[in-house]
């Protein structure tokens, strides 16, 4: 069973960089047909896409967000990471990772996420 | 930039079905996914291709795509089912969610 899990820093400064990273487990991060991505949730708000990638390294970022993220996998660690630049307050949120199945645009699972609070 | 829209918020008593919907232009044209999130919890994916469920969902989860609109509809609702609702989609390369529906079973 497919299985992801985020990691990383819980509390970021303003104005520095967010570093999470994914760990896929239970299959392969290789897989054809998937792509992977990142989507988040500030505290009591809905849900936005941040962007996804394959394994290739080929990404779709959100447009609102393209400046400052960086995607990129591991293959060899079976990871992926997110990158979000210059960040701000609000940027506190809680970050999930997923796979995402482009033919039949579904995330599907996802991880257990992440709460990153940004402080001044 | 492609926009989903969906009402905050949908109340059902037990039993009844309920009806959550997502607009978008054209919508019908693209595929529409569902995701449940209960408190505390990553969302779940409970439709997706419009009208496909996952294994391990309910048959009272269904739903349906055309013109504009996707619909999300939950017949037979019960008590586990209160819960925020989220539809998705893709368009020019860029997934899109809508803004979510508290669903309310009173």
């Known amino acids: 069973q497919l299985q992801l899990q985020e990691s990383g820093p819980g509390l970021v400064k303003a104005s520095e960089t967010l570093s999470l990273t994914c760990t896929v487990s239970?299959?392969?991060?290789?897989?054809?047909?998937?792509?992977w991505g990142w989507i988040r949730q500030p505290p009591g708000k809905g849900l936005e896409w941040i962007g996804t990638?394959?394994?290739?390294?080929?990404?779709y970022y959100n447009p609102s967000l393209k400046s400052r993220v960086t995607m990129s996998v591991d293959t060899s660690k079976n990871q992926f990471s997110l990158k979000l630049s210059s960040v701000t307050a609000a940027d506190t949120a809680v970050y999930y990772c997923?796979?995402?199945?482009?033919?039949?645009?579904?995330?599907?699972?996802w991880g257990q996420g992440t709460l990153v609070t940004v402080s001044s | 930039s492609y926009e989903l829209t969906q009402p905050p918020s949908v109340s059902v008593s037990p039993g009844q079905t309920a009806s959550i919907t997502c607009f978008g232009d054209?919508?019908?044209?693209?595929?529409a996914s569902w995701y449940q999130q209960k408190p505390g919890q990553s969302p779940v994916l409970v439709i997706y291709?419009?009208?496909k469920r996952p294994s391990g969902i309910p048959e009272r989860f269904s739903g349906s795509n055309s013109g504009n609109t996707a619909t999300l509809s939950i017949s037979g609702t019960q008590g586990m089912d209160e819960a925020d609702y989220y539809c998705?989609?893709?368009?020019?390369?860029?997934?899109?969610f809508g803004g979510g529906t508290k669903l309310t079973v009173l």
């Open positions: 990638i394959y394994y290739s390294g080929s990404t």
């Open positions: 291709q419009d009208t």
């Open positions: 239970g299959g392969s991060i290789s897989s054809s047909s998937y792509y």
């Open positions: 998705q989609a893709w368009d020019s390369s860029t997934v899109v």
């Open positions: 997923a796979k995402f199945a482009v033919a039949a645009v579904r995330f599907d699972p």
């Open positions: 054209k919508l019908g044209d693209n595929y």
